[in-house]
Nanobody
């Protein structure tokens, strides 16, 4: 059975850094587009970053470009999101997900985790 499990969320001050991790099982990361999306209360899902199954390049959302970076260990089916210079607007539940395309990773993932809360606040 397929699973994705996130970890590493928490409370961080503005300007701080945090690393999220995601472990997948039951499927191969190399067969899918994989990445992270987030959802804040009262807001729609927002794409954070995705590695496309077509070219294996990472595509970042405008709001996180130059601040977040994604790392993948396909052999271990693990994924991490390194976040720096965090802002209050980054507060959300972060989900790792997999789908056939990066658009679907956010809109309609095939596999996704339960999410991990990131709160940026003083």
């Amino acid at each position: 059975q397929e699973h994705m499990v996130e970890s590493g969320g928490g409370l961080v001050q503005p300007g701080g850094s945090l690393r999220l991790s995601c472990a997948g099982s039951g499927f191969r990361f190399d067969d899918y587009s994989i990445g992270w999306f987030r959802q804040a209360p009262g807001k729609t899902r927002e794409a954070v970053v995705c590695i496309s199954s077509d070219d294996r390049l990472a595509y970042y959302g405008d709001a996180v470009k130059d601040r977040f970076s994604i790392w993948v260990d396909a052999a271990k089916n693990s994924l991490s999101l390194h976040m720096k210079d965090l802002k209050a607007d980054d507060t959300a539940v972060y989900y790792c997900a997999a789908a056939q395309t990066c658009t679907l990773v956010t809109a309609k993932p095939t596999f996704w985790g339960q999410g991990t809360q990131v709160t940026v606040s003083t």
